[in-house]
């Protein structure tokens, strides 16, 4: 890949062939190069569709470490890219979009939460997969929302901890497990923009409906969930739950997959703010397009690079995770 202009956009836009099946020719493509496509839930529909394996953040990380692909498309966030190419170094790891970020990866700046953790040794330093590498190579342990309290509570109850970025997320941990663990002071954009208000006014509408809340979002909307869970947990509560319609607080790709697992539910994705607002999107994950996804497998570009200095640091705390959540059967 040698394209000036493509190397600063961080992504190939180039117009799809004409009078081209374009899923039947990526699939083709993927089959020709030993290439696997993963999406997240919070992918585009169309996206989902295509992939070979769609997950949550725990459910990728399985898939990289195991697949034996030599090239894996990752349709999510940057530090999705940058996970699998921590654990799979020898493959070529592709996001469709380098600009596909996440607001609450960004929360955590290096220099500052290495000084934090600095400031208060004899801590167990324990992250969320959203984050940086760097971060994860300064971290004792990763964790996602599928395995967070489950891994936090196989420490002893005296241990004293860390946890970063998501406050939110922290504050949920320490709230079902009874710890006190320090908190870093981040947050999602999209997961703190839901509100009570919000989601009250769709209760009025919807009286019967449970309501589905990511960790992410604030206490007071977790507060008035019937289920708080990562993606994973809160579609297979939708799926085996009695009820028939759901408020959904969490980025809306979600719905996707709920709607084709169970169609005679009915979902509804909550506010942003209230009723008004419309409905919430990750606008990183939404970088993420059909046109963008042939281009990077045409032209096997943009690759994730992880410096190896970090990238040996920041496996150890991922696979940790994974050995710890194997035994948890997670
Ligand atoms: P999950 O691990 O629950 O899929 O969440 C990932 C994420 O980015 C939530 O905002
Ligand atoms: Fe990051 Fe929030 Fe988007 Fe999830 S929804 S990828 S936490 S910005």
Redesign the pocket.
């Known amino acids: 890949m040698n394209d000036k202009k493509w190397s600063e956009q961080g992504f190939i836009d180039e117009p799809t062939p004409a009078n081209t099946d374009i899923k039947a020719e990526i699939k083709r493509m993927c089959k020709e190069k030993n290439a696997v496509i993963m999406a997240?839930?919070?992918a585009d529909a169309e996206v989902q569709d295509l992939a070979d394996f769609v997950g949550?953040?725990?459910a990728l990380a399985q898939k990289a470490a195991t697949t034996d692909a030599d090239i894996i498309i990752m349709c999510g966030v940057h530090f999705m890219g940058e996970t699998n190419k921590i654990l799979c170094p020898e493959k070529k790891i592709i996001v469709p979009d380098l600009n596909a970020s996440?607001s609450?990866a960004e929360s955590c700046p290096t220099d500052a939460f290495e000084k934090f953790v600095k400031a208060h040794p004899n801590h167990t330093v324990i992250s969320y997969?959203?984050t940086t590498a760097a971060i994860k190579s300064l971290t004792d342990v990763v964790v996602?929302?599928?395995n967070a309290c489950q891994i936090v509570e196989s420490f002893p109850k005296d241990t004293k901890i860390i946890f970063g970025p998501d406050k939110n997320l922290g504050g949920y941990i320490n709230r079902i497990t009874g710890r006190n663990m320090l908190l870093w002071d981040g947050g999602?954009h999209?997961?703190e923009r839901f509100s009570v208000e919000g989601i009250k006014q769709l209760k009025q509408q919807h009286p019967n409906a449970k309501v589905l809340v990511?960790p992410?979002c604030r206490e007071e909307v977790a507060e008035i969930a019937d289920k708080v869970g990562?993606?994973?947990a809160l579609l297979k509560y939708s799926i085996n739950d009695d009820a028939n319609e759901f408020i959904v607080v969490?980025?809306v790709g979600i719905l996707h997959e709920m709607q084709k697992s169970a169609p005679q539910k009915t979902f509804i994705p909550a506010p942003a703010e209230d009723i008004e607002s419309g409905c919430n999107e990750?606008n990183y994950m939404k970088l993420i397009t059909m046109r963008k996804l042939y281009n990077c497998i045409k032209h096997e570009w943009p690759t994730i690079e992880v410096d190896s200095e970090i990238a040996e640091k920041a496996v150890r705390p991922i696979n940790r995770m994974l050995e710890i959540s194997k035994q948890l059967g997670l």
């Open positions: 997240h839930y919070y949550d953040s725990l996440c609450l997969v959203n996602t929302s599928s999602c999209v997961h990511h992410e990562s993606t994973a969490t980025e990750c």
